[in-house]
């Protein structure tokens, strides 16, 4: 079991990026995905979550009315439309498998992959 993330990359403040995050070795729709970043120095964070079924979702406050997570349960994929960025909002960004719905803590998701690089210049 496997998630990748890609399309981080550089852009300015106030731009937008659309990282996604594939799924191998799993029956992706039974299961809800999360986002957390990690910036440098800092602790993961949760970011975004998005239910298996039924596309509900739920947001940190500080990427509320920003970022917007979404699925293709089809292609095994999640994707995070992230707008408005910041500064802050640099940071490595990863997806993985939640253990419950609701979940926000790092330790309460599995089947980490390789996160991909989101930085924000000034």
């Known amino acids: 079991v496997q998630l990748q993330a890609s399309g981080g990359g550089l852009v300015q403040r106030g731009g937008s990026l659309r990282p996604s995050c594939v799924a191998s070795?799993?029956?992706?729709?039974?299961?809800?995905i999360g986002w957390f970043r990690q910036a440098p120095g800092k602790e993961r964070e949760f970011v975004a979550a998005?239910?298996?079924?039924?596309?509900?979702?739920y947001y940190a406050d500080s990427v509320k009315g920003r970022f917007t997570i979404s699925r293709d349960n089809a292609k095994k994929m999640v994707f995070l439309q992230m707008n408005s960025l910041k500064l802050e909002d640099t940071a490595v960004y990863y997806c993985a498998v939640l253990r419950f719905w609701g979940a926000t803590a790092p330790t309460a998701a599995d089947h980490w992959g390789q996160g991909t690089l989101v930085t924000v210049s000034s």
């Open positions: 070795g799993l029956m992706f729709d039974d299961y809800d």
């Open positions: 998005i239910r298996w079924r039924g596309g509900n979702t």
